[in-house]
């Protein structure tokens, strides 16, 4: 079964490049891996999905080894509005099974 | 679209007593989720559903029942409430099994006593 494993926190300054790393070891050939950010007292919202190599989208990039082992979301010059929590997301079983579990989760902290 | 909608936002129940969260999403998803998240913590999934008529457990479904009679509506019930189950609780919707952006709904507060 895949599960992720994720730093607890992280603390970053305004206007620095964070990087967020997600174990997933037993991640099956077919699955993608999903980012999402979580504000308090709201639902968590989509960031970013990929299967392999790199993806890039308008607020994170996402990078992902040819083994596939593990996943780094990038947050370029982030500001105050990003802190908040960030969840790696794989499926669990087959990626048939619909059943997508979150990691535990990593608060990130930025500084002024 | 008004997305994904839940309600009530916030209850209060006594132990014992029973209710039913619902979820409702206008966006045409096949897959719908119900996810807790407790205090400080990530979210764990209750159960969910592949399409209508479809269900199945997810990592802590007891204490809860789940049907899915049309592909908008997706409700959770509690059957006899309990304190352990105090928590905010939050359907999910998205177009295909991999979660491509799954679309989450404001949360319901949910307060056992």
């Known amino acids: 079964l895949a599960k992720t494993t994720q730093p607890i926190s992280m603390d970053s300054y305004e206007g620095q490049e964070v990087n967020i790393t997600c174990s997933h070891n037993?991640?099956?050939?077919?699955?993608?891996i999903t980012w999402y950010q979580q504000f308090p007292s709201q639902g968590p919202r989509f960031i970013i999905q990929?299967?392999?190599t790199k993806v890039t989208n308008e607020v994170a990039s996402l990078f992902i080894p040819a083994d596939r082992k593990s996943s780094t979301l990038s947050l370029p010059r982030v500001s105050l509005s990003d802190t908040a929590v960030y969840y790696c997301?794989?499926?669990?079983?087959?990626?048939?099974?619909?059943?997508?579990?979150f990691g535990q989760g990593t608060t990130l902290q930025v500084k002024p | 679209n008004a997305g994904v909608t839940q309600t009530p936002k916030f209850q209060v129940l006594k132990t014992g007593q029973s209710m039913t969260l619902q979820c409702a999403q206008d966006?045409?998803?096949?897959?719908m989720s119900w996810y807790r998240q407790d205090p400080g913590m990530g979210l764990r999934l209750i159960h969910y559903?592949?399409?209508?008529?479809?269900?199945d457990q997810g990592e802590v479904p007891n204490g809860y029942n789940v049907s899915r009679s049309t592909t908008e509506d997706f409700p959770l019930r509690l059957l006899s409430a309990a304190p352990s189950q105090t928590s905010v609780y939050f359907c999910?919707?998205?177009?295909?099994?991999?979660?491509?952006?799954?679309?989450f709904g404001p949360g319901t507060r949910l307060t056992v006593l």
């Open positions: 999910a919707s998205s177009s295909n099994l991999q979660g491509d952006e799954q679309f």
């Open positions: 037993n991640i099956a050939t077919n699955d993608y």
């Open positions: 559903s592949v399409g209508a008529g479809i269900t």
């Open positions: 966006m045409n998803h096949e897959y």
């Open positions: 990929g299967y392999k």
């Open positions: 997301l794989v499926p669990i079983g087959s990626s048939n099974t619909g059943k997508l579990i």
